[in-house]
């Protein structure tokens, strides 16, 4: 692929996906979610040339972020394991967040996700079909229908306070 083309590509990419990956950095990264957008965009960038046209350009970006996300928060909790125990203050959530603002308790819950139900509810809330959410999961539409299911059930029964 020409330098020139694969620019465009990018662009188009950019134009039609900047929310939903940013989106995707936010849930992940909280705080630092712009270092984590600007390194689902590199890798973007990066593998733009092993794009195949299998699937569509937004479920590939969508699974090139994920797997971002999850590398990336596998590396942070290295790193912040590697801090003195004084240091722990910092991963600390700050104190003007008021507890009941949605966004923030949205995060709240997701964070008592595992990896893939966090993805999943991502891809929920940007209202992709069935079998969108099977394709960039790589699951089966059933199997994505019960996950659903069962995260909408801990949704319901989750406390604020249970975390």
Excluded at 26 to 49: H, P, V
Excluded at 76 to 104: A, C, F, I
């Amino acid at each position: 692929m020409h330098r020139q083309e694969k620019q465009s590509k990018f662009d188009e990419i950019l134009e039609g996906n900047l929310g939903r990956l940013a989106a995707v950095a936010r849930a992940y990264a909280g705080t630092d979610s712009d270092d984590l957008l600007q390194e689902i965009l590199l890798q973007i960038w990066r593998s733009l040339g092993s794009f195949e046209g299998r699937s569509s350009i937004g479920t590939w970006c969508y699974r090139v972020a994920l797997s971002t996300s999850m590398t990336w928060r596998r590396s942070l909790s290295r790193r912040k394991q590697n801090l003195p125990s004084e240091s722990s203050e910092l991963s600390e959530v700050p104190g003007d967040v008021d507890g009941h603002d949605s966004m923030e308790l949205l995060d709240r819950f997701l964070n008592t996700l595992s990896k893939g139900d966090r993805a999943l509810v991502l891809l929920y809330l940007d209202d992709l079909s069935g079998s969108e959410m099977a394709e960039v999961m790589g699951m089966s539409e059933g199997a994505v229908r019960v996950r659903v299911h069962r995260i909408k059930r801990k949704l319901a029964q989750w406390q604020v306070g249970d975390e």
